[in-house]
Each structure stands twice: as C-alpha cells, then as structure tokens.
C-alpha cells in the first residue's frame, strides 16, 4: 500500500514569507507526527495528533509554527514569517497507534530552504 | 526528560563482518521503547527494529540485533553479514510515557560506511 506522502519535496523561500507543507498519513493511521531535521539540532520532534484528541504541541519551537489536522487525516505544517534558522528537512511521521511499539513509518520528508 | 546518545560519529566495517553501533538512554519512566533507524543518503527513515522495556528476550530483525542492556541503559544495534547496502546513517530513538508519550526522541545519529 501507499506509505506516507509529503509535499512539496522541495520548497525555497525568502525570509519573512510564511509556507505550507503538507503531509499525507498512510490509510488508517490514527497517529501523525512532524519532525524536523538539520544539521545543528539533529532529529527534532515537532508536534504529534492523536485522533480526536488535542494534539501535543510541545515541540514546537516557536508561535510562527502551527500545524492542523483535517478530518483525521492530512496534516499541514504552517511556518509564519519564515527565518533562516527554519531551514531544514520537515518529516512526517504516522503510526497505527501512539503506543509505545507502534513503529512510525516516516515520508520522505520537505526540504526547506530559507534565503 | 528523555535522552539518547549516540557517541559514535563515524563507523567503519568490512563487508561481510559485524558491526556494533552503540545507544545509551535515559529516562525516569519505567514503561519505554526504543527504536532503531536507519537513513541513507536518500534521506528516507526506515524502521529496523524495537524493544520494549519490558521485553525479557532481545529483539531481532533478519540480520539485525538488539543488544538490551536495562541496567546499563544501553540499547546497542548490531548488523551481521554486513553489506556494501548497510552503508547510511543509522539513528537510535525512545518513545517513553507521560509527557513524552507518543513522541519520538532520537539521538544524533552513527554514520556506518561498509568497505568491500
């Protein structure tokens, strides 16, 4: 079946505009999470949803990152007034579950670029 | 808190041989589990293998092994037969309980080159 999707797979931006990145979970995955990866910070976790329920937002490093799940489903990341330190590799991550061995199957990721 | 170290940048290995990639942890829950992932350089994130806290064997995927050690804090990869296909980023991750329930935390990743 399909895995997870993510668009765009590249996106170049100039500083102080905002983007979307969209993130499509594999069929019936109720979990979804948004990670970051760069090269100063490694593999960093973002925001995760589970369901119906109030997704954790704790990773977010700042209130320019939002992120929403429509329908249980596809999840957009919104960065606002993009900065240069934003840029990195945005993954998206779902899992049949959030329990502790559901492994999560990741996308392949947008890379973003902030000139 | 939860933390994942990973103290070897780089690591070398002949093809055919075993190699062994090291992961500490720490964590105050007693409920956990711990992930091994493997990235080439084409940057997708490919699940390998895991290990609940409570699990009383080790887990093992193919060619792959996890080393627990719950005293220790040591969740260590090894790949047998290693080949030349072996050769990325391999990164070691918890998922724990309360606050941190749901979420992945990584460490900082092992770069593995297989050398025919």
């Known amino acids: 079946g399909a895995g997870v999707s993510q668009s765009p797979s590249n996106k170049v931006t100039e500083k102080g505009k905002d983007v979307e990145l969209r993130c499509d979970p594999i069929s019936g995955h109720t979990a979804l999470y948004w990670y970051r990866q760069s090269l100063g910070q490694g593999l960093e976790f973002l925001i995760y949803?589970?369901?119906?329920?109030?997704?954790?937002k704790s990773g977010l490093p700042s209130d320019r990152f939002s992120a929403e799940r429509t329908g249980g489903s596809v999840s957009t990341l919104t960065i606002q007034r993009t900065q240069q330190e934003d840029s990195a590799v945005y993954l998206c991550?779902?899992?049949?579950?959030?329990?502790?061995?559901?492994?999560?199957?990741f996308g392949p990721g947008t890379r973003l670029t902030v000139l | 808190a939860q933390k994942i170290t990973q103290t070897q940048p780089g690591m070398f290995v002949q093809e055919k041989e075993a190699v062994t990639l090291d992961c500490t942890y720490d964590?105050?829950?007693?409920?956990?589990?711990l992930f091994w992932y493997k990235q080439p350089s084409s940057g997708e994130m490919i699940f390998l293998i895991y290990?609940?806290?409570?699990?009383?064997q080790n887990a093992t995927e193919g060619r792959y092994s996890l080393n627990f050690q719950k005293a220790r804090k040591s969740a260590n990869l090894v790949i047998s037969a290693s080949q030349l296909g072996d050769s990325a980023m391999y990164f070691c991750a918890m998922r724990g309980g309360g606050t941190s329930y749901g979420k992945l935390t990584f460490g900082q990743g092992t770069i593995l080159t297989v050398h025919p």
């Open positions: 964590t105050s829950d007693p409920s956990y589990g």
């Open positions: 949803f589970q369901g119906n329920s109030a997704p954790d």
């Open positions: 991550a779902s899992s049949v579950t959030s329990g502790k061995n559901n492994e999560q199957f």
């Open positions: 290990q609940g806290s409570y699990d009383q």
